[in-house]
């Protein structure tokens, strides 16, 4: 049985620092890419970044990059959102998500599997 279980949300101020964990079981993780989207009430969810099957490469979108870091523990079957200098507009459920796709990974319909999401509050 897939399971993808987020952790790590919370309160955070602005300019703060928040790591999210992403703790996947059921399927053979270093071989599926692993993705970090977010969702805010009546928007689509929207991705943050990527790490591609086998590590060949990370994508972030532009709104977080070089303020967020996706890194995989393939030993530990977990995947991490390392989020500094956050911002209000950061606000978010944040989801993992796996995929068994190398390209279009920035596509929430390429992944298989999500997590229930974690809650990530920015205050100004």
């Known amino acids: 049985q897939v399971q993808l279980v987020e952790s790590g949300g919370g309160l955070v101020q602005a300019g703060g620092s928040l790591r999210l964990s992403c703790a996947a079981s059921?399927?053979?993780?270093?071989?599926?890419?692993m993705g970090w989207f977010r969702q805010t009430p009546g928007k689509a969810r929207e991705f943050v970044a990527a790490i591609t099957r086998r590590d060949i490469a990370t994508y972030y979108a532009d709104s977080v990059k070089g303020r967020f870091t996706a890194s995989k523990d393939n030993a530990k079957n977990t995947v991490y959102l390392q989020m500094d200098r956050v911002q209000p507009e950061d606000t978010a459920v944040y989801y993992c998500?796996?995929?068994?796709?190398?390209?279009?990974?920035?596509?929430?319909?390429?992944?298989?599997?999500w997590g229930q999401g974690t809650q990530v509050t920015v205050s100004s």
């Open positions: 059921g399927f053979p993780f270093s071989t599926y890419t």
């Open positions: 998500a796996a995929s068994d796709a190398l390209y279009y990974v920035e596509t929430a319909s390429a992944y298989d599997y």
